[in-house]
């Protein structure tokens, strides 16, 4: 499984910053995976951005939803991330990252972890 | 939210060594706790899941445990291509890091 970031690496501040991540060596519509974004300002720690499952069920990170929209595309094996009033705090790099959910017996939550990720790509937000 | 707070923030080591991180959650997550590693400029790699269970793959020198408030990640002898930063995770209620620890050699 591989998974790339794509997008425009340079961002103007209050405009909306745009990713994609194609997934290739598996297919985005498996039922046991969810797909997720995740940041990392410099020289700091991982942010949780949100996930999506295939059929376009998402889960947001409290502290962003107002400004985050992850999207699906099935027949492109492609995920999006739309970011809004991008400031200097958004600076960083992105992944994205296939994401396990937690299943006990039959049971399964949304919240799990992250098994495969891309490489990252970097964010700069400047005028 | 759930804060996580590892500690030490950064730690010093030698091949050989056995090297324990922590990894505590503000409050009790039972064992959905999760480990990753990553190198300068690389992305985070997944070790560990549910606080004890190793991803196919790794090595078993790396080991969880823990539960409820309290984990840690052991590396049981120290390799060279293990000096990295280590970050958990915890996922019992929506998705949060840890602020990560930094294994850099003595």
Redo the contacts between chains.
Sequence with gaps: LQLQESGPGLVKPSETLSLSCAVSGGSISNHSYYWGWIRQPPG?????IGSIFHTGST?Y???LKSRVSISVDTSSNKFSLMLTSVTAADMGVY?C?RH?P?CVGSSCFW??????????TQVIVSS | DIQMTQSPSSLSASVGDRVIVTCRASQNIGSYLNWYQQKPGKAPKFLIYRASNLQSGVPSRFSGSGSGTDFTLTISSLQPEDFATYFCQQSYKTITFGQGTRLEVK
Excluded at chain 1, 111 to 120: I, R
Aim: no cysteine.
């Design positions: 700091k720690g991982l942010e949780w889960n990170n409290p502290s992944y990252a396990r937690e919240e799990g972890w992250f098994d495969a990720w891309g490489q990252g």
